[in-house]
């Protein structure tokens, strides 16, 4: 499998700036790609499908109709088993859904997925990039390196003609005994609620240990102008962090209908912009010096979203160009703004 994955690196990488590097690579210090396309996952799946452990872990907003569960028993990539986020997670005092577990109930998990510490685990989603980066950030997180992101998920792969195919995954069969040892969280790059209060009187211009709090929600509900999928949760935005909408690390793409008599609309989804995209977007919305002390690690920098989500795209952006240590507020906007007590920021 190393190997292989050498074989899928880009030639001459090492020539360019760290945000222009490749894009099927993570960094140069990850052994495991962050990011692979459809014709990559295809080959290892048929090159080497015992390694692989194909997750949907398509999740939708609350005011969604679709049904993530519904939608993989139709159709998915063969051999794929589906990961419930609201279900691997913890309990929260405030009701919060989909929360880091424990190492007991990711082990767990893993073990029903039939995934093993040697397993090289591929997720999408039915978005293109949308929920996969959060559920890539908790296998990172819990130290499974062997980890990577389908780009363009589900959309993506029938596009490039891969098969897709009906109902449910068959059971898992495991050697007798064979367990995923319950890991240990890397706590350092979890935020409190705490810790985000502490930080939102910070002035990033003459504190340098302040952290660059980017929230990964629309313009309008960071302004405080557009309402919150929440029934009775404030928009607005912790003080003193940065607008930085999760699309503006993604492109769209869309695909004709087979028939194209048929009336049909495109099937519209989303992808990875290029790394010198990520880049442009995140200098566009910190400006040049906070940007610049981000990429550099001068700059410690932290992740949030509206229930800790798509604060993972966020945080794939900002991996892909080689920032090593990211800060991932888990309770996000949702946990922020239920507390009476949080000072709720409007505007600019």
Aim: hydrophobic residues 35%; aromatic residues 8%; charged residues 25%.
């Amino acid at each position: 499998m190393v190997m292989m994955l050498a074989r899928l690196r880009p030639r001459g990488d090492r020539l360019l700036p760290r945000f222009l590097a490749a894009r099927n690579m993570s960094t140069y210090r990850d052994a495991w790609p962050l990011v692979l396309s459809p014709r990559q996952l295809r080959d290892i799946q048929v090159e080497r499908p015992e390694s692989l452990a194909i997750l949907d872990a398509s999740w939708h907003m609350p005011n969604s109709p679709r049904k993530a569960r519904q939608e993989f028993i139709q159709e998915h990539i063969p051999g794929a088993r589906y990961l419930d986020l609201d279900q691997v997670a913890s309990p929260h005092e405030l009701g919060l859904m989909h929360m880091m577990p424990s190492g007991r109930v990711f082990a767990d998990a893993c073990d029903s997925l039939g995934i093993t510490p040697s397993s090289h685990v591929v997720i999408y989603d039915t978005h293109g990039v949308f929920s996969s980066p959060r559920a890539l950030f908790m296998f990172r997180s819990f130290g499974h390196d062997r980890s990577s992101i389908l780009d363009g998920g589900l959309p993506a792969w029938i596009a490039h003609g891969c098969p897709v195919e009906p109902g449910e995954p068959s059971e898992v069969k495991k050697p007798s005994g064979s367990t995923y040892p319950p890991p240990f969280l890397d706590e350092t790059v979890i935020r409190s609620y705490e810790q985000i209060v502490q930080n939102s009187t910070a002035d990033l211009d003459n504190e340098p240990d302040a952290e660059a709090v980017l929230d990964a929600r629309s313009r309008g509900r960071f302004l405080g102008n557009d309402p919150e999928p929440r029934p009775n949760l404030p928009s607005g935005h912790i003080p003193r962090s940065y607008s930085v909408p999760f699309t503006s690390f993604l492109q769209e793409n869309s695909i004709k209908p087979t028939d194209p008599d048929s009336g049909a609309p495109p099937t519209k989804y989303t992808s990875l912009r290029s790394n010198a995209g990520i880049h442009e977007a995140l200098q566009d919305a910190l400006g040049e010096k906070h940007a610049r002390e981000v990429l550099s690690g001068k700059r410690a920098v932290t992740t949030s979203c509206g229930s800790g989500m798509t604060a993972g795209v966020v945080w794939l952006g900002l991996k892909l160009l080689g920032v090593e240590t990211i800060g991932f507020y888990d309770e996000s906007w949702t946990g922020y703004a239920l507390r009476k007590e949080s000072e709720i920021a409007k505007g600019e």
